[in-house]
């Protein structure tokens, strides 16, 4: 295998993660839409219609496979194109502020391992109730379905789950405000003239989109 096809092959990986990644971006602004519907003062009336519209419109299932797809290949290139700079590279620096590599991106592994481990969490008290692989804090609905606001309500006012949400939500922020810029980055969109603009709305986004996420524990812990 000659080194020019393996270049090109990181290349060609750091292309899909990127593409993976922005996907992962847009679902994140859904899903917090979907999720300020817990806000609303409705007994969770508008949070239960979306949960079962999600739960049972056959595009939305489709969706979710290439979701859950998209996060998969998008972990699993980032640790192999870790695994082979860190290979690529086994003497650290010893005088570490000579490194010309971002802040943010060196760390992009851990913040990623850390996501990973929330999300398995997350998934197993939602996701997981509604395919049947754990059971439910609160009693299921009419009909059989997950009553996913209660369950919901139930979680977030669990003072140290709203505090590790709040945390993972930090470190999601870090990690969109490089993985932003990055991505587009990769993907050859680079330009004097939007460069700026691309990495102003990244580090606006990182920030907003964590934020929209927080303010729901917040908002149980305090009115719940």
Same mark, same amino acid.
């Given at each position: 295998?000659?080194?020019?096809?393996?270049?090109?092959?990181?290349?060609? #990986?750091?292309?899909?993660?990127?593409? +993976?990644?922005?996907?992962?971006?847009? +679902?994140?602004?859904?899903?917090?839409?979907?999720?300020?519907?817990?806000?609303?003062?409705?007994?969770?009336?508008?949070?239960?219609?979306?949960?079962?519209?999600?739960?049972?419109?056959?595009?939305?299932?489709?969706?979710?496979?290439?979701?859950?797809?998209?996060?998969?290949?998008?972990?699993?290139?980032?640790?192999?194109?870790?695994?082979?700079?860190?290979?690529?590279?086994?003497?650290?620096? #010893?005088?570490?502020? #000579?490194?010309?590599?971002?802040?943010?991106?060196?760390?992009?592994?851990?913040?990623?391992?850390?996501?990973?481990?929330?999300?398995?969490?997350? +998934?197993?008290?939602?996701?997981?109730?509604?395919?049947?692989?754990?059971?439910?804090?609160?009693?299921?609905?009419? @009909? @059989?379905?997950?009553? +996913?606001?209660?369950?919901?309500?139930?979680?977030?006012?669990?003072?140290?789950?709203?505090?590790?949400?709040?945390?993972?939500?930090?470190?999601?922020?870090?990690?969109?405000?490089?993985?932003?810029?990055?991505?587009?980055?990769?993907?050859?969109?680079?330009?004097?003239?939007?460069?700026?603009?691309?990495?102003?709305?990244?580090?606006?986004?990182?920030?907003?989109?964590?934020?929209?996420?927080?303010?729901?524990?917040?908002?149980?812990?305090?009115?719940?």
């Amino acid at each position: 295998m000659s080194s020019s096809f393996l270049h090109y092959s990181s290349i060609t #990986k750091k292309i899909w993660m990127a593409l +993976f990644g922005l996907f992962l971006m847009v +679902f994140l602004v859904v899903h917090l839409g979907i999720n300020l519907c817990l806000l609303r003062s409705d007994g969770g009336v508008w949070f239960t219609e979306a949960a079962h519209f999600m739960g049972t419109n056959y595009v939305v299932k489709i969706f979710e496979v290439i979701l859950f797809g998209g996060f998969i290949l998008h972990i699993i290139l980032g640790i192999i194109l870790q695994v082979k700079n860190w290979i690529a590279r086994p003497v650290r620096y #010893k005088i570490s502020n #000579k490194s010309t590599t971002p802040f943010l991106s060196k760390y992009m592994i851990y913040t990623g391992g850390i996501i990973l481990i929330f999300l398995i969490i997350h +998934f197993m008290n939602f996701y997981f109730i509604k395919l049947g692989w754990a059971g439910s804090p609160v009693p299921f609905m009419e @009909g @059989g379905e997950p009553d +996913f606001y209660e369950t919901a309500r139930w979680i977030f006012i669990q003072p140290f789950y709203s505090f590790l949400y709040m945390v993972m939500m930090v470190v999601l922020a870090f990690h969109l405000n490089h993985a932003f810029g990055a991505a587009f980055q990769t993907l050859g969109l680079e330009h004097k003239t939007y460069t700026p603009f691309i990495q102003g709305f990244g580090t606006i986004y990182s920030i907003v989109i964590p934020l929209g996420y927080m303010i729901i524990p917040i908002y149980f812990l305090i009115f719940s």
